[in-house]
């Protein structure tokens, strides 16, 4: 039973790429997000999902775009991603109507 | 605009030391508030809060919600290295009922 997993945990891109990070959960719950964190910012909510096939914007999704095909999967892809986008991104689900936010180990990404 | 302001942002106390931190908030539709631990990686659960003067305890660590004054509180008793961590605080609300994150309380405890 490993929770909620993301892959991969480090990842440096060079300006202009592209790429995907894959947040799976074996919890089966409905609620999956995503969030960035960066130094003195807390966490900042970027995209969720309240289901399989929903998405929704959060506080920060420009320059994303997210998925949710399978109930398991959520997946965020950067379509060409900037400095600026140089943070950890955090994964986490929940249960519907119910918290706590149950989170991944995080992914570093790093663009130059 | 919904909001969670965390004071102080970073603490420096040694092993022994009780500290309290501090989280207040400005969040339309209020649902529950929650404190969680940052040490490496994951954030971690640690309480989560829906009525105000009801403290949850958990060893050390104990916690309360004024829903009148709209904050709440983290105390830490007889502190130890390994509580070294940032502490966030989040409360549930706003128009989509999503977690608002304050920036967190990086708590240093040296020995």
């Known amino acids: 039973n490993a929770g909620v997993t993301q892959t991969p945990k480090f990842r440096v891109l060079k300006t202009g790429q592209s790429m995907t990070l894959l947040c799976a959960q074996d919890m089966n719950h409905e609620y999956m997000y995503w969030y960035r964190q960066d130094p003195g910012m807390g966490l900042r909510l970027i995209h969720y999902s309240v289901g399989e096939g929903t998405t929704a914007k959060g506080e920060v999704p420009d320059g994303y775009n997210v998925s949710r095909l399978k109930k398991q999967n959520f997946l965020l892809g950067l379509e060409s991603a900037a400095p600026s986008q140089t943070s950890v991104y955090f994964c986490?689900?929940?249960?519907?109507?119910?918290?706590?936010?149950?989170f991944g180990n995080g992914t570093r990404l790093t663009v130059t | 605009e919904d909001k969670v302001v965390q004071s102080p942002l970073s603490l420096v106390v040694h092993e022994g030391d009780t500290v309290t931190l501090n989280c207040s908030y400005e969040v339309t539709n209020f649902r529950s508030l929650l404190w969680y631990k940052q040490e490496k990686k994951a954030p971690t659960f640690l309480f989560m809060l829906t009525s105000s003067g009801i403290e949850k305890k958990s060893g050390r660590l104990s916690s309360i919600l004024d829903k009148k004054e709209l904050f709440s509180i983290l105390n830490i008793t007889a502190t130890q290295t390994g509580d070294s961590a940032v502490y966030l605080c989040a409360v549930q609300g706003g128009s989509q009922g999503n977690l608002i994150f304050g920036k967190g309380t990086k708590l240093s405890v040296k020995p």
């Open positions: 986490a689900t929940r249960t519907g109507g119910l918290l706590p936010l149950h």
